[in-house]
């Protein structure tokens, strides 16, 4: 008698355990995005920051004329981000340095170069993260 005891027992904790698993699987993994969907055009615009028109050289010659909007997650990450315009030029800067004509005018080169400005800036705010960047006005010469 003791034995199917043991052996009841053993197959419940396994069970228990079993679902636990599964149950911290499927919560892990179908966790939502924690970036905010659906916003209005308004509310991106209050959460957003547009730079001056830049200019600059391209790696293989000739210039660009670049213009973001660069949207964030919170109202400090916009006050924080428009005192540092200056290093948003940096990191243009850099960045267009090493582009070619070929990558400026491709779209995959500008979905690129705007992803690795919103990682380098994401390394840089201590309030808020960049959620987009938005290439908002281009000119290749």
Avoid: C, H
């Avoid at 698993?21 to 055009?41: C, D, N, R, Y």
């Avoid at 050289?57 to 660069?70: A, E, K, M, T, V």
């Amino acid at each position: 008698m003791k034995a199917k005891l043991k052996v009841i027992v053993i197959m419940a904790l396994s069970a228990i355990v079993l679902l636990g698993v599964i149950w911290f699987g499927l919560t892990q993994f179908t966790k939502k995005e924690e970036t905010p969907k659906g916003l209005s055009a308004d509310e991106i615009l209050e959460t957003s920051v547009e730079t001056e028109m830049i200019t600059t050289n391209l790696g293989s010659g000739g210039y660009i004329q670049l213009r973001f909007r660069i949207q964030v997650s919170s109202k400090d990450a916009v006050e924080e981000l428009t005192q540092r315009e200056f290093q948003i030029r940096n990191i243009v800067l850099s960045q267009a340095a090493s582009m070619t004509e070929k990558e400026a005018k491709s779209a995959e080169g500008m979905i690129k170069f705007e992803e690795e400005m919103k990682n380098q800036l994401n390394e840089l705010l201590q309030s808020g993260t960049v959620l987009r960047v938005y290439t908002t006005d281009k000119i290749i010469q």
